[in-house]
């Protein structure tokens, strides 16, 4: 599901109604919040679903015991260990196929044959986005930046929110969308722009479409 399609505008406008009819119950606000996001991520490829809740489960876990843990050998072996283990299904979806047919090349010029098989791994939407999204909590945790978090529902939605899940560095350049946008011309005429109804949130989510849509 990209962005700028009609099929994102009718999910975008499915979710905020519904968030709008929750209302104030914020804790279920968050769990159906994390369910349209496995849901958008799922449209791509559901199987993939299942790597990003183990990308989390790694994160969340780190994240949940290192501040108990007063050893800071202890400490820093948990960082790394949790680190490890993200890089590790990275490179592995990545960069997998390119190691082993520059091996099996290798291989076959003196005669070896192709010991390492080819798997021609599919490469999961957004996996460099929410790997390092997982590392840099974990990383925080550790210097003492944030506090852990204790509910796994907000580390899901902190992992899969499907507004910046797919959106690369434009996700946190905030700054630099707000200068691309003076140079954008007028969508709507200024007097339903600035209009009550077409409020803050609605304002950038045309922003963010007009953005992504330019080359």
Known sequence: MLFPTLNFALFFIAVAVILALIGGLWELKKIFLVAASYVFYACWNWHFCFLLLFSTTVSYSVGLFLPEEDSPRLRKWMV??????????????KYYDFFATSLNKVTRDIGWGEPVPLIEILLPVAISFFTFHGISYIVDVYRGKVTRCRRFTDMMLYMSFFPQLVAGPQAIWERSLSTRFLLIPPVFPRWIWYSPFMGSPFRYFVIFLVIRTLP
């Not at 790394?80 to 979806?93: C, D, H, K, S, W």
């Open 80 to 93: 790394g260990g949790g680190i490890a283990v993200q890089l590790l299904v990275l490179a592995f979806f």
